[in-house]
């Protein structure tokens, strides 16, 4: 995004914000808190990207994921990386898939439900006017009458259809199943963004996960980035937070952060940390900031993210079209589960790379046999889940004894599916294997995968038990807040974006209700 004319800061004046991190956590609040007045700094690990350098080419999208290792552990070891980890101005919005339905209120009640997990300290009707206010302002293109919720509207009109979409659409239709055109934060028609340019239609080009070069897809830096920065914000590219000063009362002072090679100390009177649930649960454990509770790092989640996939006599182009274009949450809680919660299945797109890397991975595929298989690519269509993973104590990121350059340890992810997310993942299978069949798919293929990085700071109501309060507000550190996927106490079946935008919205406003 264009920096030229922003508003600087002196490291020596006191900020009323520095944000850590511009993700879909650190970006919404930044634009809130600017507008509202007051001076913000965003320091940024990542670099700053001209859309127009994305390319219809996964080979170049390398730069925009978080590359660093991670040590991945765990009976269910997940895939970092490109899997769901971003980096840049935007955070993992950059290449995100813009597939944003909103949590399902029991989702946030699913221990007074169901017994198991936990409770969220927030309720849907508390999170409804955020969800409106986020929909709106990044322009979510969804059906005009949502079927699980009458009195849901999408402010823009559906994006088309992929071929695994109507695919899925007749199938769903062929089981008794509701399907639907699913909420996209994806432009449907040239849309005047608020504090920005006009963002141009989308092309149904496909490459979303790469980048979107005419900022169709909501990625952060079309969005609230400008609008904070119309504001008055300061956003600092390739600046890497890795400390704190404190003052004897325990309050933060200044972030220590390394630009160009060099330490520098940014004085501020509060802090928003929204590096993500793997670096912020790492910036917190290698500080000692934060975590009387002993939470910090612990019940780190990834979705349950099954995918399966076949092969289809007419032709499906799977790279055409923007990639998850319909929904079911008819499996939201489906009838005589064994498992508590529920999933989400959408259609999938997929480009060529990313395509042939799963198919090594899941099928086992190599040489001859890899390259036989893949000559269908045209021909092949997918559909996924989103289920919901339970929190678990010995789902922990902690930090290895191998340090990064900072001197930070490095992250390591142990996690694995308890029996609940074994079950759910087993009835998903069924599901879509039987969708499949029904839709006269031949040499279907399942591709176990987990998603998304969730939890590790937790809120909760009390700080023996979690790291923030329902607003994202340490329990312990007067001026610290946290704002990002880390602070979910339960992953929910919905994907993590909007929720996440939504709570920072929330943060901003308690911040500016002076607490
Ligand atoms: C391929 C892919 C597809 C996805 N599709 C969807 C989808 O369709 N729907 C959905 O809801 N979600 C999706 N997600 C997940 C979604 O993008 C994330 O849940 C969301 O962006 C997380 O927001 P966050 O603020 O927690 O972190 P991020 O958006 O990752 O932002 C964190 C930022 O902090 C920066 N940072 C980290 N450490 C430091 C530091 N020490 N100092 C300074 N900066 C730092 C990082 O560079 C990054 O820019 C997808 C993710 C991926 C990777
Ligand atoms: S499909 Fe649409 S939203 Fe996705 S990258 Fe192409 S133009 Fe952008």
């Not at 149904?204 to 830096?221: E, I, L, P």
């Amino acid at each position: 995004m264009n920096l030229d004319s922003m508003r600087r800061y002196s490291t020596d004046e006191i900020v009323d914000a520095v944000v850590i991190g511009t993700g879909a956590g650190g970006a919404p609040l930044m634009a809130r808190l600017a507008a509202a007045g007051s001076r913000v700094v965003a320091l940024e690990a990542g670099p700053n990207f001209d859309p127009q350098a994305f390319a219809f080419d996964e080979t170049l999208a390398d730069e925009i994921y978080w590359t660093d290792e991670r040590l991945s552990g765990g009976s269910t070891p997940e895939a970092f990386g490109g899997n769901n980890s971003g980096t840049g101005v935007g955070g993992s919005t950059l290449h995100w898939g813009a597939f944003c339905p909103r949590a399902d209120q029991r989702d946030l009640m699913i221990r007074t439900e169901t017994g198991e997990g936990t409770d969220w300290p927030v309720n849907y009707d508390e999170l409804l006017p955020f969800y409106e206010r986020v929909e709106a302002f990044i322009g979510v293109s969804g059906p005009q009458s949502y079927l699980w919720d009458a009195s849901r509207r999408y402010p823009l009109a559906p994006v088309p259809r992929n071929a695994s979409a109507q695919i899925m659409a007749e199938a769903c239709a062929g089981m008794g199943i509701r399907a639907t055109d699913a909420p996209a934060a994806v432009v449907s028609r040239d849309f005047p963004q608020a504090g920005g340019a006009v963002r141009s239609a989308c092309i149904n080009c496909g490459y979303c996960h790469q980048g979107c070069r005419n900022g169709a897809k909501t990625s952060m830096d079309v969005t609230y980035l400008p609008l904070a920065v119309a504001h008055g914000a300061e956003i600092r590219p390739e600046a890497r937070a890795h400390g704190f000063e404190r003052d004897r009362e325990g309050r933060i002072t200044a972030v220590i952060y390394r630009q160009g090679g060099v330490d520098h100390k940014q004085r501020c009177a509060q802090v928003f940390l929204c590096a993500g649930s793997v670096e912020t649960a790492r910036l917190l454990l290698h500080t000692g900031l934060a975590n009387g509770s002993g939470q910090v790092g612990r019940n780190y989640m990834g979705h349950v993210a099954t995918q399966v996939w076949g092969t289809f006599d007419a032709e499906t182009r799977p790279n055409k079209g923007y990639p998850s274009s319909l929904i079911t949450e008819d499996m939201i809680r489906p009838k005589g589960a064994d498992f508590a919660g529920g999933y989400l299945v959408q259609s999938l797109g997929v480009a060529p790379l990313t395509f042939a890397n799963s198919v090594a991975r899941g099928r086992k595929l190599w040489g001859k046999a890899l390259g036989d298989y893949l000559a269908n690519y045209n021909h092949v269509a997918g559909i996924g889940i989103n289920g919901e993973t339970l929190p678990c104590d010995a789902n922990r990121l902690t930090l290895s004894d191998e340090a990064d350059a900072l001197g930070m340890g490095k992250a390591a992810i142990d996690f694995g599916y308890g029996p609940n997310e074994t079950r759910l993942n087993a009835h998903a299978t069924k599901l879509m294997v039987d969708l499949w069949t029904q839709a006269g798919a031949r040499d279907i293929w399942v591709l176990d995968r987990v998603a998304h990085t969730i939890g590790t700071c937790r809120m909760g109501h009390d700080g023996d038990h979690a790291v923030v309060d329902a607003f994202g507000k340490s329990f312990e550190v007067p001026n610290l807040w946290v704002c990002d996927g880390s602070t979910f106490p339960s992953s929910l079946a919905a994907n993590p974006a909007l929720t996440i935008m939504a709570l920072s919205l929330r943060s901003a406003e308690k911040v500016l209700s002076g607490a």
